[in-house]
């Protein structure tokens, strides 16, 4: 941008308002540009049908790389029909007179639709899923006596193999994540920001929440394909399953599924099954859950991250490359960095100490979620994973105490609260 030379001295009489093109707000000194308005500059720069400012010309292949960059790297903010207009309207003005310009201006546009049409077919396949799944539990609460409902074992009994497909999906989802929904889920508007032209009040992504929901999911799979075998001995097999499971999804660096699996068998309808966790081996088990130990800020974790980290920035192989962090776990840190540091200094600059580490852990994020998925897809597994129907907390609770009676009264009041509740639906 062309510099305004500085001048000392302080405000004088030779500073003086001007209406350029009719509009006012700028103050120059010595036929220097000196300061104004937002407003004012922004009109001053932007070309109309009748006016197109010299230094348009001179800056503008700086604004198509700006906005070309924009739209890479955060493509959903134009889902915002305001927000595309605004973009045609700019970028008509800056190509009017220039074939270069016109030509990078049509490869810019033709990427931005290509990204918000991937994006629109992802979530068009998410709604199917989600709704695929919903059929299914439903089937199987209208017959709940067919225990033909199928389990992961009967799909697939190689811990490896499974760790492969979860980590398909993980990094599938990971990649429609924008670093703009970050800044929506917790950026509050600054009061100090003018809002007249503010685009802010459309959400235009839920990919986080959906990834959010996707470990939650796996969490209650795991705990319903636990309590969902009537022996105990089935039930002690599925429980090594996913103790395997979970290792070889550590030793892939698939963080995320670790820690839902984790959290599947730590719930309290698997946990009380005390005969069937002694039937367990659980060396493994009491290892993971000590990597993934939330004392000292989850200490061990970050260290495992860390090496997972640089693993991926010296890696070989794609295989190598992977890093899926323990999601929640990352959301919490950047709300707290975004909190507990404000974002303007007492002088009323930009605190870009604060905005630079956030934009860190963001790009850090990014990096990983470009990673490709080496492993090969199997789609029944996936299909399972993503379909299989799951147990609400009180029909699990209902599956556990049906598998190993209540032990004291506080059990034994609610599982007769389950079963009343339950024959009431029927």
């Not at 008509?92 to 049509?106: C, F």
Request: hydrophobic share 40%; charged share 25%.
């Amino acid at each position: 941008m062309p510099q305004t030379p500085p001048f000392t001295g302080g405000y004088n009489k030779n500073l003086y308002q001007t209406k350029e093109e009719g509009y006012s707000g700028l103050y120059y000194h010595d036929n220097n540009l000196a300061s104004g308005s937002l407003e004012a500059l922004i009109h001053h720069l932007v070309p109309t049908v009748d006016y197109y400012p010299d230094v348009i010309r001179k800056i503008a292949p700086k604004i198509l790389q700006l906005l070309t960059e924009w739209t890479e790297t955060f493509p959903y903010d134009f889902r915002d029909e305001r927000m595309m207009r605004s973009l045609k309207e700019l970028t008509h003005r800056l190509a009017s007179g220039d074939e270069v310009y016109r030509k990078a201006v049509g490869q810019m546009s033709q990427g931005l639709i290509r990204r918000l049409t991937v994006l629109s077919q992802y979530e068009e396949a998410l709604v199917k899923i989600n709704a695929t799944a919903a059929e299914r539990l439903a089937a199987l609460k209208a017959k709940p006596q067919a225990s033909i409902q199928r389990d992961v074992l009967s799909i697939c009994n190689d811990p490896f193999t499974v760790a492969q497909q979860l980590t398909h999906i993980e990094l599938e989802r990971l990649s429609y994540i924008g670093p703009e929904e970050f800044v929506q889920a917790f950026v509050q508007k600054d009061p100090l920001d003018n809002d007249k032209s503010c685009f802010s009040d459309h959400k235009k992504a839920s990919n986080l929440e959906a990834y959010v929901e996707w470990f939650n999911r796996l969490s209650y799979l795991v705990a319903t394909e636990i309590c969902m075998p009537v022996k105990k001995k089935q039930r002690a097999r599925v429980m090594e399953f996913f103790i395997d499971v979970a290792r070889e999804c550590f030793n892939i660096g698939n963080f995320n599924s670790l820690m839902a699996i984790i959290s599947g068998m730590n719930m309290s309808p698997v946990s009380r099954l005390k005969k069937t966790w002694n039937k367990v081996k659980t060396a493994k088990f009491d290892i993971l859950e000590h990597q993934m130990d939330p004392s000292s800020n989850f200490y061990n974790y970050r260290t495992a991250l860390r090496g997972a980290t640089q693993r991926s920035l010296t890696a070989n192989s794609s295989r190598e490359k992977i890093v899926i962090p323990f999601f929640s776990l990352l959301i919490k840190d950047i709300y707290f960095l975004n909190e507990g540091c404000a974002n303007r200094l007492q002088s009323g600059h930009v605190n870009f100490e604060k905005f630079w580490e956030l934009a860190k852990q963001v790009s850090e994020f990014m990096a990983w979620k470009k990673v490709e998925c080496p492993f090969e897809k199997d789609r029944k597994i996936l299909q399972y994973l993503l379909t299989a129907p799951v147990f609400t907390e009180d029909a699990l609770y209902l599956a556990s105490y049906e598998s190993e009676g209540p032990e004291n009264n506080m059990e034994k009041d609610r599982w007769k609260s389950l079963r009343s509740t339950l024959l009431s639906r029927v």
